[in-house]
Structure formats: structure tokens, C-alpha cells
């Protein structure tokens, strides 16, 4: 069993719907997630970053954690255009390494 | 931007030959990871040095070296190179080894071996 599941997608909707992106971990002592965006051929970009279970909000962007399910989500409402990349989950604990999913690949259409 | 930048963008090897990628870190920053993303793939772990010292490796072979400097910068080595080491080259630069420290990316090393 792979530590982190991501379904890689590609995922497409028009411009302006909700985009759901989900992950699931394994390990218990994974206790730090993120979500990271990564443009093609770029580097990631740090999006969302929590360490309980819950939501936290940015913007158009919440990230949710529950802990008692080993799931993390990432909601974007309001979806644009730009928002058009992939979508990087990615967990931490019990070492200095980032353990991430694949990555899901979002097209938002115009 | 993230204040993390790497050197240089993109190479093209040939099987056999060594390579040497390198990355500035971010002000303040005193943690360096490096990951590998193959294509299709999220980034996989190498290894992570803090203040000039190796700490941490993820499940890459000894041909994978790595350096820290007094100013925080990292190179990372790969000798006898492989097609299968053609991927995406990530530095991370993160302000210390606390859990919930947050980890920046570089724009990444595209490495092409053929």
C-alpha cells in the first residue's frame, strides 16, 4: 500500500464550477499536510498548509483534514481558468521528508 | 517566487556520465531537500541537509551525493548516470528541522539522460 493515493485525474470543468481534490494516507504518524500547485515544467508552489483536523480557508481555496479517516481535501471555488495545473498532496511526520501523491492533473475551461 | 533558485534549468546527458545540480537557498533558510519527480509522478525524497550535515535519506542509491555549504547552498551529484534518471530535479528550502516548518520549492533542474 502506497503511503499517499491521489487519484491523478485529468480532471475537467467548466470555468466557475467546484473542484474536489482528495488524497488518502496510510500512516498515523503522518501528522503536517499540504497542497501544492505545480504549473508544467515549473517547480510546486506551497497553496495550503495544516496540521489538524478541520478546514482552513484561503480565498477561493479550503483545505479539510480528517484525521479519524486518513483524507484530505482541497476545494476551489469559483473555479478559473489559471487555476489550470496539477495539484500536489503532500504529507509529513515522524521524519524531514514530504511524502507526496501523484499529483492530479485540472483543466478549467473557459 | 519562492526565493529558491536552482542551476541550471535544463541538461541533457549521456548514460554514464556524472552531473552536478545546484540550488540557492532561500534567505534564512538553513534545511535543503532535494527530491526527484519523474514524469506523471509526484516528487520522491533523495535526501535533506541541514547546516552542512546529511539528515535524512530517502531510497536512491550511494550514486546520489549531495553537499551543503557555510551560506546554506546545495549541490547534488549523480554519477554513472542512467535513462532512468531523466526526471524533474527539485531543491526544497525550509527555515530549520521543526516538523511544521514549511517546505519552498525551486523552479526545478529538467535532467535528460540518453
Known amino acids: 500500500q502506497k503511503e499517499v493515493e491521489q487519484d491523478p485525474g485529468p480532471l475537467s470543468v467548466p470555468e466557475g464550477a467546484i473542484v474536489s481534490l482528495n488524497c488518502t494516507y496510510s500512516n498515523s504518524a503522518f501528522q503536517y499536510f499540504m497542497w501544492y500547485r505545480q504549473y508544467s515544467r515549473k517547480g510546486p508552489e506551497l497553496l495550503m498548509y495544516?496540521?489538524?483536523?478541520g478546514n482552513k480557508e484561503d480565498g477561493r481555496f479550503t483545505a479539510q483534514v480528517d484525521k479519524s479517516s486518513k483524507y484530505i481535501s482541497l476545494f476551489i471555488r469559483d473555479s478559473q481558468p489559471s487555476d489550470s495545473a496539477t495539484y500536489l498532496c503532500a504529507v509529513k511526520g515522524g521524519s524531514e521528508k514530504l511524502v507526496f501523491g501523484k499529483g492530479t492533473k485540472l483543466t478549467v475551461n473557459p | 517566487e519562492t526565493g529558491v533558485t536552482q542551476s541550471p534549468t535544463h541538461l541533457i546527458k549521456t548514460r554514464g556520465q556524472q552531473v552536478t545540480l545546484r540550488c540557492s537557498s532561500q534567505s534564512g533558510h538553513n534545511t535543503v531537500s532535494w527530491y526527484q519527480q519523474a514524469l506523471g509522478q509526484g516528487p520522491q525524497f533523495i535526501f535533506q541537509?541541514?547546516?552542512?550535515?546529511?539528515?535524512g535519506r530517502g531510497n536512491f542509491p550511494p550514486r546520489f551525493s549531495g553537499l551543503q555549504f557555510p551560506n546554506y547552498s546545495s549541490e547534488l551529484n549523480v554519477n554513472a548516470l542512467e535513462l532512468d534518471d531523466s526526471a524533474l530535479y527539485l531543491c526544497?528550502?525550509?527555515?530549520?528541522?521543526?516538523?511544521?516548518?514549511?517546505?519552498?520549492f525551486g523552479q526545478g533542474t529538467r535532467l535528460t539522460v540518453v
Open positions: 495544516t496540521y489538524s483536523s
Open positions: 526544497a528550502s525550509s527555515p530549520g528541522l521543526a516538523q511544521r516548518t514549511e517546505a519552498f
Open positions: 541537509y541541514y547546516r552542512e550535515e546529511e539528515n
